[in-house]
């Protein structure tokens, strides 16, 4: 997680603009996957099946997804008004992993607006926040909407599966696919807990 105070300017400003609610976006996943397309600028067959696997990983999480009564009741104290911006693709495995149980957190209060922006579409403002130097998504921008200051951010992945990321990169100095769906097998388990948690360290 990484905090940080800067003014608003005209790339977050413009990037709203072009925004989607989270039932817009989930419109957006059910027409590429009817048009056999995915968001972003390359049209892989590698990204179109991910875009399609995504969208039946999202609304499988959408149904089954359950935030437990503690950080239900914690969630419920926050009185900041905020708007958590996203910067998504509908190709990222960890944007689907994710940006489900960023909405149900952020459905469980009104001061807590969320918007998703893609992440091709709005270049200057991915160049602004970066991870490591590097485009990756998901990434929320927490913004305060009185004073328009950006918060904090997260993302792209959950604190746990960061280190686990890292870890991995740092013995074999690169993610395989058998790492990637072995990624996919942990936020499977994990339940969106570990999100959860570090959504809470952000609000709270």
């Known amino acids: 997680m990484q905090n940080i105070q800067v003014n608003p300017n005209e790339i977050i400003e413009k990037s709203i603009e072009n925004s989607f609610t ?13 048009e056999k397309s995915t ?3 390359s049209k892989t ?27 239900q ?16 693709e509908s190709w ?12 149900k957190i952020a459905s469980l ?16 403002l991915m160049q602004d926040f970066l991870t490591n130097g590097a485009l990756s998504i998901p990434k929320l921008i927490a913004i305060d909407k009185d004073t328009n200051e950006v918060i904090t951010t997260w993302g792209p992945r959950p604190s746990v599966a960061t280190k686990m990321v890292l870890e991995y990169k740092a013995k074999h100095d690169k ?17 969106g807990i570990s999100t959860m948690q570090d959504l809470l360290k952000i609000m709270l």
Not at 55 to 64: G, I
Not at 109 to 124: G, S, W
Not at 176 to 191: A, G, H, I, N, S
Request: with cysteine; glycine share 2%; charged share 30%.
């Open 22 to 34: 989270y039932e817009e976006y989930m419109l957006l996943m059910q027409k590429l996957v009817s």
């Open 39 to 41: 968001s972003g600028i």
């Open 45 to 71: 067959e590698e990204l179109i099946n991910y875009t399609l696997l995504n969208a039946h990983r999202m609304k499988r999480l959408n149904k089954t997804l359950t935030i437990p009564n503690e950080i």
């Open 73 to 88: 009741e914690k969630v419920a104290f926050y009185t900041r008004e905020v708007l958590w911006l996203v910067i998504s």
């Open 92 to 103: 990222c495995g960890d944007t689907a992993q994710t940006l489900p149980v960023i909405h």
């Open 109 to 124: 209060n009104r001061a807590i607006d969320l918007k998703i922006v893609l992440r091709d579409e709005n270049p200057e």
């Open 175 to 191: 993610l395989t696919p058998e790492f990637k769906e072995e990624l996919q097998l942990w936020f499977t388990k994990d339940k």
